[in-house]
């Protein structure tokens, strides 16, 4: 029996087969876009980032862990007292990485590296000040840090010296136009200043020039959105800056529970919440959220909760 084939049908038959291969040819790279594990070796107690997001400090040992990292080509950069901070790149499916750190003698270097350490302890203005000065000294060496320049401006911005704080960002972007660090702190300042509309064009300055990946900025749009009573847009933000932070930060999700107790979803601020607990169980907020999660799952529940 001959059977005869139209036009048509030939034409869709090609259009099967194409179709086919393109799935064929797609399928194996969807696989592969997989976020995967990376391990980084290097001095102990160094401060880790990727693609200039702070991903944590290495153990004892010197090793850390991210669980999970997007695939394709990455910057790493790795900073630890008393040694020269380096920059490394990471190639496509490389779930291992050495960091070798040089020891230094450099006296910006090291007193940058001591202003870093001072902010990060800082509990009052006092101390907040010690290190507003020790970056001030890091930064008479006439080389450029951008670096140094966006940290005075994270302490500045603690003390509420805002219009100093901001200098300090346009200083940083002389030398380094495009850092999207710098955009998000920009946002934070003008948040606390009270701009709004300035504040969102910063964050989402910092996003664009982190090519979508910056968690502080994700976090900034969110408590903006906050401000403005808007919860179901903070939630969008807080959920990406998790995305990719890969549980390093437990306070969003104590952000997230919040904004979900707002919105009236009691479970999803349950789950938020126990989530904070699991990674921060000694953590500032752990007592707080546990004097409200059995009336939060009562809630959820269903049950009716009479004041």
């Not at 040694?83 to 990471?90: D, S, Y």
């Not at 664009?208 to 906050?226: C, I, K, S, W, Y």
């Not at 403005?228 to 969008?236: L, N, P, S, T, V």
Request: hydrophobic content about 45%; proline content about 5%; overall charge positive.
């Amino acid at each position: 029996m001959i059977f005869k084939v139209s036009r048509f049908h030939v034409k869709a038959i090609r259009f099967s087969v194409i179709r086919l291969y393109v799935l064929l040819l797609v399928l194996p790279l969807a696989v592969h876009a997989q976020p995967t594990a990376l391990t980084i070796t290097t001095e102990p107690n160094a401060i880790v980032w990727i693609d200039e997001v702070r991903r944590g400090t290495t153990d004892a040992s010197g090793k850390l862990t991210i669980a999970k990292l997007a695939p394709g080509r990455h910057t790493v950069r790795v900073r630890a007292n008393s040694f020269k901070e380096t920059t490394a790149v990471l190639l496509p499916g490389r779930r291992t990485l050495v960091v070798k750190l040089a020891g230094t003698s450099d006296p910006a270097e090291l007193t940058f590296q001591q202003a870093e350490k001072a902010r990060e302890e800082a509990r009052d203005d006092a101390a907040r000040e010690n290190a507003a000065d020790l970056y001030r000294d890091a930064l008479k060496n006439p080389r450029a840090n951008p670096a140094a320049h966006v940290g005075l401006a994270r302490v500045l911005l603690d003390l509420n010296k805002f219009k100093e704080a901001r200098a300090e960002i346009d200083a940083a972007r002389r030398s380094r136009p495009s850092y999207p660090e710098a955009s998000a702190v920009e946002g934070r300042i003008y948040r606390e200043e009270g701009f709004a509309d300035d504040a969102v064009r910063s964050f989402r300055r910092s996003i664009r020039e982190a090519n979508g990946f910056q968690p502080e900025a994700h976090v900034g749009l969110a408590r903006v959105f906050e401000d403005k009573g808007d919860f179901a847009a903070a939630i969008i933000e807080l959920r990406k800056a998790l995305a990719q932070l890969d549980d390093s930060e437990p306070v969003i999700y104590q952000m997230l529970g919040a904004a979900y107790e707002k919105v009236n979803k009691p479970k999803d601020a349950v789950a938020a919440y126990e989530k904070y607990l699991q990674l921060a169980p000694n953590g500032s907020y752990a007592a707080a959220i546990r004097s409200i999660l059995n009336q939060l799952k009562r809630e959820a529940a269903g049950e009716e909760i009479i004041p």
